[in-house]
């Protein structure tokens, strides 16, 4: 058995060693995206683009050199990275948003306000009448058809 002292640990040896460790990006472990943000790369890809290169050719350059990439990612990134250089709120999402809510009718026409089918607490003018003839086109009716 060994009675040597274990050394205690040097914490900001450890700490200072770590930061230094964080300068410099791992290049291995970047993302696709991440690798395609890369600025100069970024820059290239751009410069291409004005010469009007499409993003398949760009796409088979970037392919040869090693990374792997479909001309839709590629166009998809692009876009996303663009997006978060301007500053979008909604950078990562690369799908519109449609405000789906119905909007609300004037009620001085006889039609009720608020969502299709929900009820607000006013009752429609034409609550518990029977419909009389067939719907006209589109399947729309009104209170005349009751």
Known sequence: MSNEMQKEPDTEAAIAALEKLAETPNEKRLTLKERIAEPRMYDAIKRAQRARHSPADIARILSGEGIEISPATLGVYLREIEREQRGDN??????????????????????????????????PETAGKTLTRKPGMGGGFSPENL
Request: net charge positive; proline share 3%; no cysteine.
């Open 90 to 123: 909604n950078a990562k999402s690369s799908k519109k948003r449609t405000d789906t809510k119905p909007k609300e009718t004037d009620n001085s026409a006889g039609t009720a306000k608020g969502t299709a089918g929900g009820d607000n607490g006013a009752k």
